[in-house]
């Protein structure tokens, strides 16, 4: 009873305040207009940097997905690229000297030029190892040898690293120098 009493003597006391001034109620709607549309304005702006967002967001993830969908396939071709390399390595010079063995041997060769101008037009680089400095972002350390080098130079390239773009595809694993 005593809240419908307090409701009734404020709409009679602002009834009151109207008619004694009405450029007072004027002023009040106005002024609640006014931040209403300050509200709705604010809220939309926050609206609409919320789509920019969303939409940055989702260029950056398509052209990434463009840009490195083939990191999974590409990480698999290396397997066979170190394959190549190393059947090539282990040909005696003999025999790429012998007539019978020259065309195997021409041919693999051009298979390893034909599979790096492949990762070449797709980004896929191979890491320089030897004579830097270990850098754990894309070199894996092994083991540490003695050496005459600077402790922490890689000396020794186990297996070679691979960047696709500007993400690492595999690391290289090398031995380092080790402090004397």
């Known amino acids: 009873m005593m809240i419908e009493e307090n409701a009734t ?4 006391l602002r009834e009151e305040t109207a008619e004694a001034s009405p450029e007072l109620a ?4 106005t002024n609640a ?3 209403e549309l300050a509200e709705a304005k604010k809220a939309a702006l926050y609206a609409h940097a919320e789509a920019q967002n969303v939409r940055r967001r989702a260029e950056k993830e398509a052209a990434d997905a463009r840009a ?12 066979v690229a170190d394959n190549l390399e190393r059947g ?13 063995f020259k065309a195997l041997v021409t041919g693999l060769e051009a298979t390893g030029r034909e599979l790096e101008s492949v990762f070449q037009r797709h980004g896929i680089k191979k890491i320089v190892a030897m004579g830097e400095k270990l850098d754990p972002n894309f070199h ?6 003695p050496s005459d080098k600077e402790p922490g130079t890689v000396v020794q390239e186990m297996q070679a690293g691979y960047v696709i773009k500007d993400r690492l595809l595999r690391p290289a694993l090398v031995a380092v120098a080790k402090a004397g």
């Open 9 to 12: 003597e404020a709409a009679d």
């Open 26 to 29: 004027e002023h009040d709607r």
């Open 33 to 35: 207009l006014e931040a």
């Open 68 to 79: 490195y969908a083939a990191t999974s396939f590409a990480r698999d071709l290396l397997s």
């Open 88 to 100: 090539l390595a282990t040909i005696p010079a003999e025999l790429r000297a012998d007539d019978k």
């Open 140 to 145: 894996q350390a092994m083991l540490e040898m």
